[in-house]
């Protein structure tokens, strides 16, 4: 079985503090994701890495970053938090080969930015 | 601007009877579909998926459904169990694309 695991399950930050969210797969996934999750929005795509060290923007990449060193590691950096980016954030990883991009998914980090 | 439309936000059934999930989209290139469930506290786990050269899918009680002259899918669960209560979301992409498009969730409440 796929794995994706998250660093934390539950987060308070403070604004203006830098916060990192850490996501890590086992099943050798060359693509992987970070997802927002928003009451009445659904999923939003924050950025997703295609292979090592490559990275693009999502459809809400503002006041993010991302770090992608390993295959089996990927990073979501808020460089300075703030309160409206207090949401449930999703890792997921992909194989490129799958058919229809299925996307297997970590068990999400709750951030609270006061 | 949300290109994968859930309409209803929330679905409450009857334990036995049939819950019908609806989703919209407006992207003709979408060509591949899928339905995940989610649990409070976890993350979405895929359910069943469709591709746009079938008009339907099934995998034990839950069947989905294509249509794509109207632009629309459709998740049927037959029947309805305690378990299923959850929230669904139907996502949709493009072959060759690496990205899944998200609707906003139906949270199913199944009432013993």
């Known amino acids: 079985d796929v794995k994706v695991t998250q660093s934390s399950r539950y987060l308070v930050k403070r604004t203006g503090e830098k916060v990192f969210l850490e996501c890590v797969q086992d099943?050798?996934?060359?693509?992987m994701f970070w997802y927002r999750q928003d009451p009445g929005l659904g999923l939003r795509l924050i950025y997703f890495?295609?292979?090592?060290?490559?990275?693009e923007k999502g459809d809400i990449p503002e006041g993010y970053s991302v770090s992608r060193e390993k295959k089996e590691r990927f990073s979501l950096i808020l460089e300075s938090a703030s309160t409206n980016q207090t949401s449930m954030y999703l890792c997921a990883s992909s194989l490129t080969s799958r058919m229809g991009n299925e996307q297997f998914f970590g068990p999400g980090t709750r951030l609270t930015v006061l | 601007d949300q290109q994968v439309k859930q309409n209803s936000p929330s679905l409450s059934v009857q334990e036995g009877r049939i819950s019908i999930l609806n989703c919209d989209y407006t992207?003709?290139?979408?060509?591949?579909f899928l339905w995940y469930k989610k649990y409070p506290a976890e993350g979405p786990t895929f359910l069943i998926s469709?591709?746009?050269?079938?008009d339907k899918n099934e995998d034990g009680r839950f069947t989905v459904f294509l249509n794509k002259s109207a632009k629309h899918l459709s998740l049927h669960i037959v029947p309805s169990q305690p378990g299923d209560s959850a929230v669904y979301f139907c996502?949709?992409?493009?072959?060759?694309?690496?990205?899944?498009?998200f609707g906003a969730g139906t949270t199913v409440t199944v009432r013993a």
């Open positions: 992207n003709s290139m979408f060509d591949y």
């Open positions: 890495s295609y292979d090592v060290k490559m990275k």
């Open positions: 996502a949709a992409s493009v072959n060759g694309d690496y990205k899944l498009s």
């Open positions: 099943m050798d996934h060359e693509n």
């Open positions: 469709i591709s746009s050269i079938k």
